[in-house]
């Protein structure tokens, strides 16, 4: 299962992101994204560069809600070059503004607000997993630890029977060695951690991102394996 380190705080990009990407590459991170507010274009189009030339996998989380503000985010993502947009719903204008929808997750349920929170039951959640991998989407960027309606891992376990060979990222509100267990072992493939990262919450016996970071991923090589 991939650890996705996202840059971000509170469902923002941290303002220090471009002084801080190197050296959590350095850390053995190999998956890095951010949110689409919190820094300016010439910020992010830096943070591309960086983990592009790293070798490593970059993600744009859209966080906007707005529809106008959903294709805003959507084609800021294609423009900065990043390998994988999660986000969002509207599958729609994903389809008119990414040139390949395989890079593309959106969100299955009813995300509201900010901080997001996630409504919707599990079978809702499937019926939109289905829709997405139907079009071409690359799999579904869950808020199962969001939920206000379901419990998460019943989403998560319907997400999986329902993708289809599809790629199952969760994000939001990941903060434990038991989440990533538990999420492993009923199919997750990867899961974003920001927050929970920056604030020591993952490790909270320990002070440094650095610790925290290598403690994550020391749970990722830990996680049962699923066939």
Known sequence: MDFIMMLTR??????????????????????IGFKDIGVPPAVMRSLVGKIRAAGAVSYLEVVSTTPEAVVASLTA???????????GTNIEA?????????GYYPFPGRPVGHPTKLGGTAALVADHC??????????VDL????????????????????LNGGRLIIAGSVKSR??????????????????????GSFSPSKGSLRSQILDILEACETAPKTA
């Open 130 to 139: 289905r829709a997405a991998r139907a079009v071409g989407c690359g799999g």
């Open 94 to 102: 994903a389809k008119g503004i990414l040139s390949d929808l395989a």
């Open 178 to 199: 038991e989440q990533i267990h538990a999420l492993a072992a009923v199919g997750a493939d990867a899961f974003t951690i920001g927050s929970a990262a920056f604030d």
């Open 143 to 162: 808020l199962a630890y969001r939920a206000t309606e379901a419990e998460p891992l019943d989403l998560v376990r319907a997400a999986r029977g329902a």
């Open 10 to 31: 509170n469902d923002r990009t941290v303002e220090d992101a471009d002084e801080l990407v190197e050296s959590i590459i350095g850390w053995g991170v190999t998956h």
């Open 77 to 87: 993502g294609r423009d900065l070059g990043v390998d994988r947009t999660l986000g």
